[in-house]
């Protein structure tokens, strides 16, 4: 007999309480309810702008080949997500911001580069596609807020590409692009917490994306791990068996209703 979703909600609740390193994925499901549009879906970006795509797949080569253009395009282009800046964190940021006040989630994983997990109070986030919000050095990786840097300044002076204050390489928007390996420093340390986490609480991801998509499957071989995936429809992870139970639903209504069940096991 299957569960409903309110005893599914029950259940991830008890295994939130037990004494876990409880580690979060989550993905473009959590941000959309935020009113940011996803890539592939029906209204999705890409969908609606393929010359849009092909450009996202030739942007690491031209940075590349030629930074300063690439800061020049960068610079005159609008941002595809319009200005991230006046989204707001929901209710499922806030809730994984809440776990981990409350000592159970230790990290959140993101594959967003919003900074709407920072920004609803979470502050372990490792940003594995980058954040928008930032630069980072093609060196070294060091990462700079991106106001550190009057970028149309630089611009204005032919000063064009930034440089790290650290050790002189290039500097680039933080954000992964197609063909860009995701940095040494955000790869191993969410290999880490893959290794380390005994309850993995997947959110809004499609699991389609690799690396990221393997994740779960690096985790499933923990022996004694918990894996609890909520999304809007099952997914590979759902299907191949990686997940031990699946919580259909928004991101934004369910984790919200684990959070209050803890609450209560908790009192």
Known sequence: MSLTREELIQKAAADLVRPHY???????????????????????????????????????????????????????????????????????????????????????????????????????????????????????????????????????????PPRCRYCNGILKLDVVYFQEPIPDDVAIQSLREMEDCDLLLICGTSAVVYPFANLPRIARNNANITIIEVNMEPTPLTEDGISDYFIPGKTGEVLPAIVAEVKKLRK
């Not at 994984?96 to 990290?107: D, P, V, Y």
């Not at 990786?141 to 002076?157: A, G, S, V």
């Open 22 to 160: 409880a580690v979060a994925l989550t993905g473009a499901g959590i941000s959309t309810e935020s009113g940011i549009r996803d890539f592939r879906g029906p209204d999705g970006i890409w969908t609606k702008d393929p010359a849009a795509e092909r450009l996202a797949y030739e942007m690491y080569g031209r940075l590349r080949a030629n930074p300063k253009d690439y800061w020049k395009e960068t610079l005159n282009s609008p941002g595809l997500f319009g200005n991230l800046a006046e989204v707001k964190p929901n209710r499922g940021h806030f809730a994984l911001a809440e776990l981990e006040k409350m000592g159970i989630l230790k990290c959140v994983i993101t594959q967003n580069i919003d900074n709407l997990h920072e920004r609803a109070g979470s502050q372990r986030v490792l940003d594995y596609h980058g954040n928008h919000f930032k630069l980072r050095c093609m060196r070294c990786n060091k990462r700079y807020l991106i106001e550190d840097y009057d970028l149309q300044q630089l611009n204005k002076n032919d000063e064009l």
